[in-house]
């Protein structure tokens, strides 16, 4: 089974529409992660979170939001959803001590009509 | 500011041996990570450098000098299956995120 896993796996929508995005892993890890990807732009930050009361934004929150359920689950919403949000989004977990590196989920494929 | 610099794209022949460059300018250092990312897939960890010199696992290795703000990946005996996008990404700072570069597409042609 996998470690970090991400439901759904590819979504198409419409403008407008609420969308949230499902991240849950089994590596016990405190910290957790979501990125967008865009060709051009690389990684970049939305969100993160140390632990289930310590959430963090990263570079790009706007017109998203998240909710850290339990240890083992991190969710990320789009409100209102803009064709500018389409991307590849990727969930990332790490532990909580030192500087480790990230085990990333599979991503899903968010296309906004 | 912050600012990572790898090569955008690379060629390889299948069985030679290829170095992907990063530079990179943070506020603090915490250690640099390199991924590897295949299209369409996520990014997995492939190696962690935090003191200066060469670490080895396999058929790659990574180099890390701190003083220069410099790190590579080497790849030998290239295989189509290394393929791929090597993302470079610096930790930096006490909240542990990471800066990553663009990224670096290498193509092994036989």
């Known amino acids: 089974d996998a470690d970090v896993t991400q439901t759904p796996r590819n979504r198409i929508t419409k403008t407008g529409k609420r969308i949230m995005l499902e991240c849950s892993q089994t590596k016990g890890h405190d910290r957790m992660y979501w990125y967008r990807q865009d060709p051009g732009l690389g990684l970049r930050l939305i969100y993160y979170s140390f632990d289930v009361k310590d959430i963090n934004k990263g570079e790009i929150s706007d017109g998203y939001s998240v909710s850290r359920q339990a240890q083992a689950k991190f969710s990320l919403s789009l409100e209102s959803a803009i064709p500018n949000q389409t991307a590849l989004y990727f969930c990332?977990?790490?532990?909580?001590?030192?500087?480790?590196?990230?085990?990333f989920g599979p991503g899903t494929r968010l296309t906004v009509l | 500011g912050q600012n990572i610099d790898q090569p955008t794209e690379m060629t390889a022949t299948e069985g030679a041996i290829v170095q992907i460059n990063c530079t990179y300018q943070?506020?603090?250092?915490?250690?640099l990570f390199w991924y590897q990312q295949h299209a369409g897939e996520a990014p997995t960890f492939l190696s962690y450098n935090v003191l200066d010199g060469l670490e080895e696992k396999g058929r790659f290795s990574s180099f890390l000098s701190r003083s220069k703000g410099y790190s590579y990946l080497l790849l030998k005996e290239l295989q189509m299956k290394d393929s791929a996008s090597y993302l470079c990404?610096?930790?930096?700072?006490?909240?542990?995120?990471?800066?990553w570069g663009l990224g670096t597409s290498l193509a092994v042609n036989p």
């Open positions: 990404a610096v930790c930096a700072g006490n909240n542990r995120k990471l800066i």
């Open positions: 943070t506020s603090g250092f915490n250690g």
């Open positions: 990332a977990t790490a532990q909580g001590v030192g500087y480790n590196e990230q085990f």
